[in-house]
C-alpha cells in the first residue's frame, strides 16, 4: 500500500484533529445502536456441530452445479492444500451435472436429493449455488444440519425468507458468507476504515453501478441438449413455493435469471455485486427506510436470440435508497449499455473515490485547510472468488465473522427486495426494520411480494 501525505503545520494538524475527532463522533451518532453490525473479524456467537481446529480439514459439499457452482468447486479443488479442504459431496437435480462433478471430485459422493447430503456427517460446510428460489431454504437446512454455509448471492428470493435465514443464522451460530466477492476487496475496507476514522464527515449520498450490454439477451445461455423431461426431477426443482408452475421447460432451466418466479433479474443477479462492497464501505452498514427503483425493458433483446420468449424482468434498472443516518444511496444496472458509474461515497467534509486497487480521499472546498487529501493505492487482496472462500473457510476455523456476513447480507437483501417491490408494484417502499413492516408513501401497509403473489 502507498500513502501520499502533506506534512502539516502544528496549528493545522490541532484544527484538524478536532474536525476528524468531531466528524467521527457525528457519523457513529448518525447511526442507531441497533442497526449497527458487527466490526469485521469479531468472533460470532458459540457455533454448533463439528468443532473445528486451527489444523483440521474442513470437508465441503456443493449444492447446485451449474455454472458458478462447478466454478466454485473448481476453485475449492485448485486450492484444497492451501486452504485444507476437501471435497466430501457433490448434489444437483441433473445427473449429467452430478456426476461429472463427481468424476472431477474424486471420491465425492453424488446426491440427487440435498437432503441427504446433509445427513452426510462428515460435511463440516455447504456451498449453495442453486436457483435463486432455493437459496433460503438450502441454507437454513443446511445450517440446521449443523453445517456452515456459502450462499450465492442473492441470500433469497424475496424479503420474508431473507429474515428466515438471519434468525437460523442466529440461532444456530454457523458462519453464513454471501457469494458477493466484492465484500473481500481491500478497497471496500480501507473506505470503510476512512469513514468510521471521520475522514470524510457524516456520510451524504452514494453511487455505483453493474453495468453489461449483451445484443443477444443478458442470460439467454446455451440449452444443452442433453436435457430432457426424463432426465430431471423438474417438480423438484420447481420446489413447493413456485405457484406459477410451468410444465418442464429447458428455457426455464438454463436462463431462469430471466423470469420472476425464480429471480428478480439484475436486482437479483448484479445488484448485489455493487450493494454489498458499497454498504460494507460505509462502516455501520444500515437497513434502508425508503426504497425507490425504476426498471425498463424497451430494447428487447431476447428478440436477437430465436426461439427465446421474452424477458419477464428489466434490462435497466435504477434504485435509490435512504438510510436512518441520512445518507442515500444511488445504484443503477444494465444489460444493455456498459458504460457504468464511479464508485463515490460522499460526506459532508470529503469524497472517496473508490476503483481499481486504490481509495482516493478528496476533501471538500469549504475544508481544505483543516484536511489534506490522500491516495491509497494497491490496495490488496482485489475482489476473487477465491479470496472470498478462503475468507469463508478461516473464518469457520476462528469463529469471526466473515466479509459478506448475515449481517451485511440482511441489510443488502433489504435494498434488493424493496426495490423489486417498488419497480413492480409503482411505489416507494417505506421500510420499519424494528417491525418489518412495509408501507407506502401514504402510510398504507404494503404486503412484501412473495411466491405467488406477484405472477
Not at 51 to 70: C, E
Not at 110 to 138: F, G, N, P, S
Not at 249 to 261: I, L, Q, T
Request: hydrophobic share 35%.
Amino acid at each position: 500500500m502507498e500513502k501520499n501525505t502533506n506534512t502539516p503545520s502544528a496549528g493545522a494538524e490541532t484544527r484538524r484533529s478536532f474536525i476528524k475527532k468531531a466528524a467521527t463522533v457525528a457519523a457513529v451518532a448518525a447511526t442507531p445502536a441497533v442497526f449497527k453490525t458487527p466490526v469485521y473479524g469479531q468472533s460470532q456467537a458459540p457455533s454448533t456441530g463439528r468443532v473445528i481446529g486451527a489444523n483440521d480439514r474442513i470437508v465441503v459439499g456443493f449444492i447446485g452445479l451449474g455454472g458458478q457452482g462447478t466454478f466454485h468447486l473448481r476453485n475449492i479443488l485448485a486450492n484444497a492444500d492451501k486452504n485444507n479442504t476437501t471435497v466430501g459431496a457433490v448434489c444437483d437435480l441433473w445427473e449429467k451435472r452430478r456426476e461429472a462433478a463427481a468424476a472431477e471430485a474424486t471420491g465425492a459422493k453424488a446426491y440427487e436429493d440435498y437432503r441427504a447430503l446433509l445427513d452426510q456427517k462428515d460435511i463440516d460446510a455447504v456451498v449453495c449455488a442453486t436457483v435463486d428460489h432455493w437459496h433460503a431454504q438450502v441454507s437454513i437446512d443446511t445450517m440446521k444440519a449443523g453445517k456452515h454455509v456459502y450462499c450465492e448471492k442473492p441470500m433469497s428470493r424475496y424479503l420474508g425468507e431473507a429474515f428466515q435465514v438471519w434468525d437460523t443464522v442466529k440461532a444456530t451460530g454457523k458462519v453464513f458468507q454471501v457469494g458477493a466477492q466484492g465484500c473481500s476487496d481491500a478497497k471496500w475496507h480501507k473506505a470503510a476504515e476512512l469513514v468510521r476514522e471521520g475522514m470524510i464527515g457524516p456520510l451524504v449520498l452514494g453511487q455505483g453501478s453493474y453495468m453489461r450490454n449483451t445484443p443477444k439477451g443478458e442470460w439467454n445461455y446455451t440449452i444443452d441438449p442433453d436435457l430432457n423431461a426424463n432426465g430431471i426431477r423438474w417438480e423438484r426443482w420447481l420446489g413447493p413455493n413456485i405457484k406459477q408452475r410451468a410444465d418442464f421447460n429447458a428455457d426455464h432451466f438454463f436462463r431462469w435469471r430471466k423470469y420472476y418466479p425464480y429471480c428478480a433479474g439484475v436486482l437479483g443477479d448484479l445488484f448485489p455485486h455493487r450493494l454489498h462492497p458499497l454498504l460494507l464501505a460505509t462502516g455501520a452498514p444500515e437497513f434502508p427506510v425508503r426504497v425507490c427503483a425504476i426498471g425498463t425493458k424497451k430494447i428487447h433483446t431476447d428478440k436477437n436470440t430465436p426461439g427465446t420468449p421474452e424477458r419477464d424482468v428489466p434490462e435497466c434498472l435504477t434504485l435509490t435508497a435512504e438510510f436512518p443516518s441520512g445518507y442515500s444511496l444511488m445504484v443503477c444496472s444494465s444489460t444493455v449499455n456498459e458504460y457504468g458509474l464511479e464508485d463515490v461515497i460522499r460526506g459532508h467534509m470529503g469524497t472517496l473515490i473508490i476503483g481499481g486497487s486504490s481509495v482516493n480521499l478528496r476533501i471538500e472546498r469549504p475544508f481544505t485547510d483543516e484536511m489534506d487529501p490522500e491516495n491509497f493505492d494497491r490496495l490488496t487482496p482485489v475482489e476473487d472468488v477465491a479470496v472470498h472462500e478462503a475468507n469463508w473457510l478461516d473464518c469457520i476455523r476462528t469463529g469471526k465473522e466473515p466479509n459478506g456476513n448475515i449481517e451485511l447480507a440482511i441489510r443488502t437483501q433489504t435494498v434488493v427486495s424493496l426495490g423489486e417491490m417498488s419497480d413492480r408494484l409503482g411505489t416507494t417502499c417505506h421500510f420499519d426494520a424494528a417491525t418489518r413492516a412495509v408501507k407506502d408513501g401514504c402510510g398504507r401497509t404494503v404486503d412484501p411480494i412473495t411466491y405467488g403473489s406477484k405472477a
